[in-house]
């Protein structure tokens, strides 16, 4: 039976990690995977999460399972967290494995419930939603949202795609800090979304998987706000692993909005049929941490403001890419840097640019061009800056 078996295409992020590692050469540079790192290149395990760790240490008397959907304390921390004013005659949640699980779960759950829809994705997206997606057998389309010109938002093409989903359709948005570009709706232009789906009856499934390392932990939550308190159906999946640090705990949250609450039931039955049937009671390491941390006033202002050391050193790094490119180009061409929110940046490259970078530089980033900002460091972003430039970029 097992012989049977092809091989799987690999997933090109954690292959490109791969390769980092085995790559001998001093001085080299991963901007590859999603992982924040400080100046010494270092992820570290932030001081609330350590100290909440150390809590449940002392205070935890048993490791029986919770519950099936996880515990309260997280679904509710994390609701609050994501949506601020709760809207708990609507709302049904469950902990999952990680950011990825959630979106796994929203996908079933959609498919559970319309098993005709089609799924609206941006283009380009996270690899792995589309990966998912096929693995599932899912239907899906994408939706021009890149400009490859202005490395900002292609709005109109975006509306044009976005205008063919129907009624229980699912169109996949990205919250925030759209991974793999950078590039994000205005205010205004979530407003026109949301009039678009309200119109048509497709239904959000919102990926927040970076809240936090844009604008701010409630700036970056904002566009969700607007887009739970507008309409009548939203899917939120929402992941712990960056902006807690905490990503091999596989902390995630699957929230659905119903239009009343007969319905918030019916999804909260099923997300917890989903949970049973995949893997049983999610994780709940990481949840308590992120509960105990943001239940606990002190422990979630240092948290908070070691999440904005993070996301301030990545906005001087932006600031100074931007600013090396622009001496070196002798143009503002690449300012979109500095505009750019999140963990990445698309910079629009060929892949024999990326490769010529890579194999010049030693200068990792996905195939794509998307590059990793809070890889880098001030002594990094000139080498890079310099590198971008000899590649012809
Ligand atoms: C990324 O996009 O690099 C991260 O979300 C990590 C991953 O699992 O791909």
């Known amino acids: ?29 991963d901007l590859g995977v999603g992982v924040y790192k400080d100046p010494q290149g270092v992820t570290p395990v932030m001081r609330a999460v350590k100290a909440a760790e150390q809590r449940i240490w002392e205070a935890q008397t048993t490791k029986a399972y919770t519950g099936l959907a996880g515990t309260p ?4 921390a994390m609701a609050r967290m ?26 079933e759950l959609a498919r559970m419930a319309n098993p005709d829809l089609t799924v609206h994705v941006s283009d380009p997206t996270w690899p792995n939603h589309l990966s998912i997606m096929k693995f599932m057998g899912l239907p899906f389309v ?35 800090c759209h991974n793999p570009t950078g590039a994000n709706l205005t205010t205004d232009q979530w407003r026109e979304v949301i009039a678009m789906l309200e119109k048509s009856g497709a239904v959000p499934l919102i990926d927040l998987a970076y809240q936090g390392f844009g604008d701010g932990l409630d700036a970056d939550a904002e566009a969700t706000r607007l887009v739970a308190a507008s309409l009548p159906e939203v899917l939120i999946a929402a992941s712990c692993s960056k902006n807690f640090g905490i990503y091999r705990e596989r902390t995630g949250i699957l929230m659905t ?54 996301r301030n ?9 931007a600013s090396e490119l622009r001496d070196l180009s002798g143009s503002d061409r690449f300012d979109f840097v500095a505009r750019h929110r999140g963990m990445f940046s ?27 900002i809070a890889g880098l460091n001030r002594d990094s972003v000139p080498v890079l800056a310099r590198a971008i430039i000899d590649a012809g970029i």
């Not at 304390?73 to 509710?76: C, G, I, K, M």
């Not at 010109?149 to 699912?170: E, P, Q, Y």
């Not at 050193?313 to 890419?321: A, P």
Request: net charge negative.
């Open 1 to 29: 039976m097992l012989s049977n078996l092809k091989p799987q295409a690999p997933d090109k992020i954690l292959m490109l990690m791969e390769e980092f590692r085995a790559d001998t050469r001093q001085g080299k540079v």
């Open 73 to 76: 304390e997280y679904r509710n």
């Open 82 to 107: 994501v949506l601020k004013d709760v809207p708990a005659d609507r709302l049904a949640s469950v902990a999952t494995v990680g950011g990825t699980g959630a979106i796994r779960q929203a996908l």
């Open 142 to 176: 994408q939706y021009r949202y890149f400009d490859n010109d202005t490395r900002g938002v292609d709005f109109d093409g975006m509306k044009a795609d976005i205008a063919k989903a129907t009624k229980g359709d699912i169109v996949l948005l990205h919250g925030c």
């Open 257 to 310: 909005l119903a239009e009343n609450t007969g319905a918030r039931d019916m999804a909260q039955g099923s997300m917890t049929f989903l949970n049973r049937q995949t893997y049983s009671f999610p994780p709940d390491h990481g949840a308590r941490i992120v509960s105990t941390i943001l239940d606990d006033d002190a422990l979630r202002a240092d948290w908070q403001s070691e999440l904005e050391d993070v």
């Open 313 to 321: 050193t990545m906005l001087g790094l932006r600031d100074q890419l």
């Open 346 to 372: 698309r910079l629009g490259a060929t892949p024999e640019q990326v490769q010529k970078v890579k194999d010049d530089s030693a200068i990792y980033m996905v195939g794509d061009s998307r590059l990793n």
